[in-house]
């Protein structure tokens, strides 16, 4: 069985999930769309939270979040279930797709066959859509590849039952109903609020550019405390949050100056097309920092030299992005 | 990002493009393939290159007596007693004994079934250290006299 599904390729998994199943109802969407709506953009820093013995650090909101906020502001009614029992998981992704429905499921990429070996890690946040099966396999469409894969049922009910943090239980979530017309600009205004929110004024250190400020100031500390080697690790690991397969680059920041951009036109607001440029000027901010950070890990620079210069990139990443959202939020108004 | 910017360097993708946000020269964001940024190489070969360190130093506790052949494809497959312990349904201080020789030793091919099934391999094979203790990327496994 197979779904009459379009698969289009784009740069991070749950938006472009969101944007396909979007499309798929009926609302023609970008990712970019899918993905301001749903107010991806974010920066915590969490120095007590480990993954992979490494400080926490991330460039968009929680996995799940653009998908329900995105939906929730249009007024879709979505339906999201978690399983205990891995062959009752299976059952009910089956009996979906038999109603003809495309659906979401979140996965770990350790257990995905399709993934470059390279890119095999246990990361259980990544999402992709089912939209049939043929004999065994299911076929996948997951936006971060040029095409449709095929995947083996046994291979996919290890990803949905992946273990460790971000497990996801099997989760699936898929698009009931759709409301009879939306509010597409009222949609947008919420999304980009609820970022500019998160960004300035949540009142935790760790979070939006509060965030990005005590990274700096840890980061020009790391090489005194902690040696060379765990201080390259925890660099490397900032590089791959920021840049990996997923973000489009710049740590989210041009997916969401793609954003700014159509929300500029949607909108008939011309502030934005000048605030879209500026979202793209601190997209190549973090991109520099990427470049020299990567300089650092391959030797090619001493860390002395350089960490003061990173931590300075960093505190200029967080002006920027300050300057940024609080245009934003003046441009969008608060109604 | 300008589009001719766009890095093309190759990658460790596999051949799988991925796709960037760049401006165009009208200004306009487009999507643009690219197959991969040296900075992002870097990164990822040094995650893998850490992997490969720990699989040496447990290899090494291994031919030492310190440790079981269970911790080498614990370690192998990126997990830690914790994880191993979520997946195989065993408690963690269970795991934890596990990986100890002397108790690892006494366990009998029931016991170690579900390791060897979350590893995809069979109880004798879990007994011993493969002759080639491979990574995914051939330019990590940790054979003799390899420099990292």
């Not at chain 2, 016991?111 to 990327?137: D, M, N, T």
């Amino acid at each position: 069985m197979k779904i009459d599904f379009t698969h289009r390729q784009f740069a991070h998994c749950e938006s472009g999930v969101t944007a396909n199943l979007l499309n798929h109802h009926g609302l023609p969407c970008s990712e970019a769309l899918a993905f301001g709506i749903g107010g991806g953009l974010f920066f915590a820093y969490v120095p007590f939270i480990k993954i992979n013995y490494l400080p926490l650090t991330t460039c968009r909101i929680a996995p799940g979040h653009i998908f329900k906020k995105a939906t929730r502001r249009l007024g879709i009614e979505v339906k999201k279930q978690q399983f205990s029992n891995p062959a009752t998981a299976e059952a009910e992704l089956d009996r979906l797709l038999a109603t003809g429905r495309p659906v979401g499921a979140q996965t770990g990429v350790f257990w995905l066959p399709f993934f470059p070996p390279a890119y095999r890690f246990h990361f259980n946040g990544h999402n992709l859509v089912v939209f049939g099966k043929e004999a065994d396999d299911y076929l996948i469409s997951d936006p971060i590849f040029e095409e449709t894969v095929r995947c083996p049922a046994v291979d996919l009910r290890k990803a949905r039952f992946a273990k460790g943090a971000l497990a996801p239980k099997g989760k699936l979530y898929y698009i009931e109903k759709m409301p009879e017309r939306f509010d597409l600009p009222q949609a947008i205004k919420a999304g980009i609020r609820d970022v500019c929110r998160t960004m300035l004024h949540v009142p935790l250190p760790l979070i939006g550019v509060r965030g990005i400020r005590l990274l700096a100031r840890q980061l020009a500390n790391w090489p005194g405390k902690l040696g060379e080697q765990q201080t390259l690790l925890r660099l490397g690991h900032i590089i791959r949050m920021q840049e990996e397969i997923g973000t489009g680059g710049g740590g989210f920041r041009f997916i969401y100056a793609a954003f700014l951009q159509e929300a500029a036109e949607l909108l008939e607001n011309d502030q934005l097309i000048g605030l879209s440029q500026r979202c793209t000027e601190v997209g190549d901010l973090w991109r520099e920092f990427a470049l020299i950070a990567a300089r650092v890990c391959k030797g090619r620079v001493a860390i002395s030299d350089s960490f003061d210069e990173l931590a300075q990139l960093l505190r200029q990443c967080a002006a920027e992005e300050e300057i940024l959202f609080k245009q934003l939020q003046a441009a969008i108004g608060k109604q | 990002m300008k589009k001719a910017n766009v890095p093309q360097q190759g990658g460790l993708n596999a051949g799988c493009r991925e796709v960037s946000y760049a401006v165009d020269s009208d200004g306009h964001y487009t999507l643009e393939p690219s197959d991969g940024w040296e900075v992002k190489n870097i990164a990822l070969r040094q995650a893998w290159a850490a992997i490969a360190d720990q699989l040496r130093v447990v290899i090494g506790e291994i031919e030492a007596g310190v440790k079981s052949t269970l911790a080498y494809y614990m370690v192998r497959q990126q997990m830690d007693p914790q994880l191993l312990s979520e997946y195989a349904g065993i408690a963690r201080w269970r795991v934890k004994r596990h990986l100890k020789p002397a108790v690892f030793a006494r366990l009998d091919a029931v016991a170690l079934h579900p390791y060897a099934e979350l590893f995809g391999i069979s109880v004798a094979q879990l007994r011993q250290l493969p002759e080639l203790p491979l990574l995914p990327l051939a330019e990590f496994t940790p054979i003799e006299g390899e420099q990292p």
